[in-house]
């Protein structure tokens, strides 16, 4: 008799994907306060749930900085233990915070399950999202990157051998071997990179005489749904970190202006070093882009913090001259959380009228509060935009009017 839970559901083919359960592990010092800590957890919560990881408890220890074997403290380190052993089902622990090799190896003999930390877990994300060859050869370059110099570290099964005579010897050649075949595989993928970039310019040259507009933003602000919502397109968007990796552009036209927009991989805290350097072709949409759309998530409580991580990004990348236009998406879900439900619109138009007042002041960018969903202010947003491509088209051909 057929199950009345999955009528109409087909077989499942393949390996069955069992549920991961992870345990969050982070560090209150003197360079992160208890409050900061806190939303870096909710942020790791959300990128082990991307990953396809539930959580089951977070754990915080304040120290004044992390312990150079096990990262945290040895009684905080038998307390998660002594947890993991009462509950079976956990087998990862994820750290806030890059761990060494010899830290990860240490933790997984104490532990006895997966040791993975925050850019090992968002490499794992890259890794499943990655659809182009460009993109796929980007997160090779990173995952090799990474793990470059933790190979010493994760050689720890040598150590016992090391007093032994005519042991130490094949260890260590082996450990070199490693780290030979390792830097061979990053120069084969430079190379390859190098070669798709190529391709990639060859095909860029035939858009150079269109103005190009580029949204950025932090991870998960809601820049594929504005873009399917100004291209009219089908962009991929989810409510998950990194949903789009692989940079989208599209040509449309506003008043007889085209235009191309793109839409590129979201930034985030803590972003590992070697990631920003592998994706950086995949950034030069960004670089070469006259125009700069910044989407930021209003409604979430660290959107501040979020704007300072971006704009970092962007002065890292050296694009902060650029003109700007500032887009404060989910207003829909900011007045919910933070508006009585008796207040007026005259009232609320006031509100809002300040806050815009505040963040220009804030932020030097002009900008527009939108929401993506319920498509508010989109009409206002797109005649900015296209003030925008008006005055880009003048400052490019200054002489002559252009007929498209």
Known sequence: MANEWNLGQKDQKGLVKKAEYAILIGLITRDQTEEQ???????????????????????????????????????????????????????????????????????????????IDRSSLILDIFASRAQTAQAKTQVELAQMQYLLPRLRGLWTHLERQRGGIGMRGPGEKEIETDRRIVRDKISLLKKKLEKIDQQNMTRRKHRNELIRVALVGYTNVGKSTLMNLLTKSDVFAENKLFATLDTTVRKIAWEGMPFLLSDTVGFIRKLPHHLIESFKSTLDEVRESDILLHVVDIAHPMHEDHIRTVNQTLKDLEVTDKPTLMIFNKIDLYRQKNYDDLIDEEAMKEIEDGIQGNLNHQFGHENVLVSAMTKENVDILRQKVTQMIKQQYKIRYPYQVRHW
């Open 37 to 115: 800590v806190v939303e870096y957890l909710d942020e790791l919560e959300f990128l082990a749930l991307t990953a396809g990881a539930l959580t089951k408890k977070r754990v915080m220890q304040k120290l004044p900085h992390p312990d150079s074997k096990t990262f945290i403290g040895k009684g905080k380190l038998q307390e998660v233990a002594e947890y993991i052993e009462n509950h079976e089902e956990i087998n990862m622990v994820i750290f806030d915070d890059d761990l060494t090799g010899k830290q990860v190896s240490i933790l997984e003999e104490e532990l006895k399950v997966k040791i």
